[in-house]
């Protein structure tokens, strides 16, 4: 692995992953510990944004004091699963703006086809962090990626809950520049696709659909 891979083996992290994990486990405590595992990884993924000095007052002394500078933050879902860390994140940076990408995979061409895409102006000049829960094959992964640079994105970070070595590898060779934040990596992906041990269908068990 890789120096642009930051796993967050935070106890609190794995934790709430292992519970997350488990299959008994209900939707709304799912949906719960997914929200609650987003800030610790959104804390994780904004720790080199830089800070600047601003001159305050406490009660007791004027102060310079660091607050976020440079430039601005968009968080990208990529749909449906995205939603469940967007909320957590949010909740964190308040004032990101929030943009969308939805692709779906054509069963004939196997190749992703866009079904929604909405992001805010100025991407170019703004900090990009796309989440998704599972980056598994990565396939859908590095065409959300491609299609915000084609918009014209440069600054882009990719925040997961959970990877496949070979998602991890597929996202490496289409965008060795753009860091990589997840809870974990597990073993690997079994013939449909899905992450091994891996907690199932994100979607599916966040919004209690299937
Ligand atoms: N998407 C999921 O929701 N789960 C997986 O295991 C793989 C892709």
Redesign the pocket.
Known sequence: MDQNLIIVDHPLVQHKLTLMREKETPTALFRQLLREISQFLAYEVTRELPTRLKKIDTPLVPMDAPVMAGKKLALVSILR?GNGLLDGVLELIPSARVGFVGLYRDEKTLQPVEYYFKVPDGIEDRVVIAVD??L?TGNSSAAAIQRLKDAGARDIRFLCLLAAPEGVERMREAHPDVPIVTAAVDEKLNEN???VP?L????DRMFGTK
């Open positions: 699963a829960p599972m598994a696709g899905y992450i891996g199932g269908d994100a979607g």
